[in-house]
């Protein structure tokens, strides 16, 4: 089945170190989401590419970066992975920003994220 | 952002209709009422969305009121499998902005 797939699943990291999730689609989707979300808390989102154009939130801390070599595949940095970054990171895809209004979201699993 | 008011939290029977409801008194004529859930340990998942009309789908119904102030989310016979944190979101043309949600307790 088409999908939106997040790797790994679960990820533990050291405070300070710099951490990568990524995400995978088959869904041949233009845009491509990263969110967080805190616990007991609604996702938040942090920024989305539509196509190769990257577009961060205004409130997205620098510390959070992304990357999107292909259409398919897209990744999560976080350099210095602080005490408060842990969280669920989820990505999700979507057909295309210009209707997006009337458009659906698919969301991954999720990535969680621990940082010691 | 228009924002949108949910109920913290409902209770449901097993096999009962379910109404969830969504104030959203400032919303603008462009706005898509758009409702996902969440179950526990997954990410959010489409459920229905609308501009004016009601709509049908094989998971639920969404009733919009004829001024677009509030719409409710129905699931027409609960299971256990609906336990989620369901959110209403308005959208127009820009970003999801997930609200507080309510979180739906189905009982055997």
């Known amino acids: 089945d088409a999908m939106v797939i997040q790797n790994p699943r679960y990820q533990v990291t050291q405070f300070g170190k710099p951490v990568t999730l990524s995400c995978s689609q088959t869904?041949?989707?233009?845009?491509m989401y990263w969110y967080q979300q805190k616990s007991s808390q609604a996702p938040k989102l942090l920024f989305h590419y539509y196509d190769k154009d990257f577009n961060n939130e205004a409130d997205t801390p620098d510390n959070f970066q992304s990357r999107r070599p292909n259409t398919s595949f897209c990744f999560l940095d976080i350099r210095s992975p602080g005490l408060g970054d842990a969280a669920m990171y989820l990505c999700?895809?979507?057909?295309?920003?210009?209707?997006?209004?009337?458009?659906?979201?698919?969301f991954g699993p999720g990535t969680r994220l621990t940082v010691l | 952002d228009a924002k949108t008011t949910q109920p913290n939290s409902m209770e449901s029977n097993e096999e009962e209709p379910v109404h969830l409801p969504c104030n959203h008194s400032?919303?603008?004529?462009?706005?898509?009422i758009h409702w996902y859930r969440q179950l526990p340990s997954q990410g959010p998942e489409y459920v229905i969305h609308g501009l004016t009309s009601n709509v049908n789908n094989r998971m639920a119904s969404l009733a919009i009121a004829e001024d677009r102030k509030s719409s409710t989310l129905i699931l027409h016979r609960a299971t256990l499998r609906d336990a989620a944190v369901y959110y209403c979101?308005?959208?127009?043309?820009?970003?999801?902005?997930f609200g507080g949600g309510t979180r739906l307790m189905v009982k055997p």
């Open positions: 400032t919303i603008s004529g462009t706005d898509y």
């Open positions: 869904l041949n989707h233009n845009v």
């Open positions: 979101i308005l959208f127009a043309g820009n970003m999801l902005t």
């Open positions: 999700a895809t979507s057909r295309d920003r210009r209707r997006l209004a009337a458009d659906t979201q698919y």
